[in-house]
């Protein structure tokens, strides 16, 4: 099995970014999918996780700027940013499963790709 994130970038506040989750290797449909994010220096922060059914949750933080969704014929996850801030900067990954908080070490997950904010 296999995760890899792809669409960080560098973009000035207020802007927008969608993230992907290309995932291989399970049965993608059958799972839920998680997004984390991590800022400089600072520890793991759960973000939002989407149910095989496409029930939604948000972090406080980042509801009503954030929009996850999927695509089971593509296998993907997907983290749409808007109204970025410079806050949101960090590494942003996602794990296999439905988590309500950061995920176990031991969750399958992606190497993260790179959001700053900045401008």
């Known amino acids: 099995a296999h995760l890899v994130e792809t669409g960080g970038g560098m973009v000035q506040p207020g802007g927008s970014l969608r993230l992907s989750c290309l995932t291989s290797g399970f049965s993608f449909g059958s799972y839920s999918m998680t997004w984390v994010r991590q800022a400089p220096g600072k520890g793991p922060e759960w973000v939002s996780v989407?149910?095989?059914?496409?029930?939604?949750s948000y972090a406080d933080s980042v509801k009503d700027r954030f929009t996850i969704s999927r695509d089971n014929f593509k296998n993907t996850a997907y983290l749409q940013i808007d109204n970025l801030r410079p806050e949101d900067t960090g590494l942003y990954y996602c794990a296999r499963g439905y988590y309500a908080r950061v995920p176990p070490s031991n969750a399958l997950r992606g190497p993260g790709t790179q959001v700053t904010v900045s401008g």
């Open positions: 989407i149910g095989r059914n496409g029930e939604k």
